[in-house]
């Protein structure tokens, strides 16, 4: 290279160069430095499924200092160093949270909900994000849970408790609302979580349950999107195929939490799975099928745009998170 | 789970239940469905690194059938499975371009162009992106060029052949200038391909040439702003160190073309590499860095967002992407 430079200066290209650089600085008029945006981008991602369009939407995310018996059945030391492998602070356990819009050309479906507006600062963003994305609520005509947890149901409810997706029929799986549902399971709620999430159920839905129709496995929820039995994680916890003519995605709901820690390792047990061997067989039986068939999985608590392959990968598995594209 | 729903069915809350499914359907106004939207979301991503805000910006990315000695050492074959492993479309390679602007607080900092708008219908998106983004491109103070390659230099033009940033200084690395301006040099031009590169340059930059400075590496190009020597992919190929209190991050510019290919095989060459074996021992010891010191990277050819965090595998890397942040 300096032999580049050296020859350069005897050449007639290297005479003009040199005269530009002896140019005095070019004026310019003096300007206020720019301030900072300080606004991230709209959090969507628009993709297609055969003549289908998807659109990611993230509701955020939330970092939290790992609670104790995160991973039930691994040290916290373990699970931590799973966490900071992936980059989250040290410390820290980061879960985001990304709702799916498919619109199947007849149906506009939206599969789980995210949080209503403010829970959080980081999370309640999906409202923002789905008008971002061109969506407007009231069109919504369908809306699948997938479970009766609260990062998937809460947001079918407003801020001031009102009906987000207001012509929207709710569906959730029929296993999983007679679960949570039932006073005797709630009477023996084992711990201060479970009873959470049973008051949580009953505060969200129990006044529109005229309103929420229950599906069975095996049922397509819309048009070309049908109901798979995923439990373990809850009673009625569900997956979704969504397919449209030879093109098929699986949406994996909370087949795993966050996939740096229990897709690599699906053996462990996340504090949220109702029956963790269940919900263990679930994943590895759901994984080795995806990984059997390279399908695209949208994973509710994968990183946004929350889209990947699954690989096998040692005696765990892997996500390859899909390349962008800027161009829909 | 079976044993769950029988319970149900003899209590209070099932009878409730029971009762909401024996409804009739709600009946609701006929809506016509939902149009597609048919556009994909702005793609650029805000961060910070101490107390700059940078933004990452897509220009887009190319799609095109693998290029005859794409990878000039390993057979197309080889090449081909690891862009497939990659999920790229079978017999096709993309690649991604996204540069990325640094508001110091002094100075607004764009490293990198793409190409002017309509390039072609998946790249020239740039500025696009970067009004979408909230950044003006007459608030551009200072353009720093990597390197003098098309994909990083054209967008200093508009479609028109105007100033794309019109109050920007342009900065390109002096032994980058003088290899591409030596008459010389191109005179021995190998191929069709370093041809068009010669004649890209004077095209885009002669004309131009007293609006551009030239730096030199150890030099910062802006305040806080390193450039460092990364030369191997051409003569002057420069990656930056962009530091902000005891922040830091590593812009490496083309130090890997894509990395599902160049970063998994730093030994790989690829076509647009001028010196291949300065090439990789330049790969080597920028990735060794970023390893040791857990740096965080931007990457003109990573997927948009295009940052991630590089760790040693075997005998390459791989690239581990950042977790998107919705809320900045």
Redesign the interface.
Known sequence: ?TE??R???V????A??AA??A?PP?S??A?A??P???????????HKVGDY?L?QI????RTIPMPEGFVRNVPREQALAAAEA???PKGQV?I?FNPVVV?T????VLIDTGFPPGTS??TG?FQA?LA?????AK?I?IVVLSHLHPDHINGVRTAEGGLAFP?A?IKAP??D???W??????SKAANDMMKGYFANTRKVL?DI????T?YEWGQEVAPGITALDA?GHT??HTAFAVASGSARMLVQSDVTNIPELFLRNPDWHVAFDIDPNKAMATRRKFYDMAAAE?ALIAGFHF???SLG?VEKDGAGYRL?????????
């Open positions: 290279m580049f430079t020859r350069a200066v050449t007639g290209a290297a003009v160069t530009a650089i140019q070019i310019r008029p300007r430095a720019t900072p945006v300080g606004k991230q981008a709209p959090s969507f991602y628009r369009e659109t993230s509701d955020g995310a992936a980059y989250m980061t985001p619109n050309g007849l149906k506009l600062p980081t963003l994000n971002a994305a061109g969506i407007d069109a005509d012509n029929e029929a296993p609302w007679a679960f549902m039932s006073d005797e399971n709630m129990s349950a005229g309103k929420v229950r439990s009673p009625g390279k990183a946004f745009p392959h390859v998170p899909i390349a962008w594209k800027a161009v829909f």
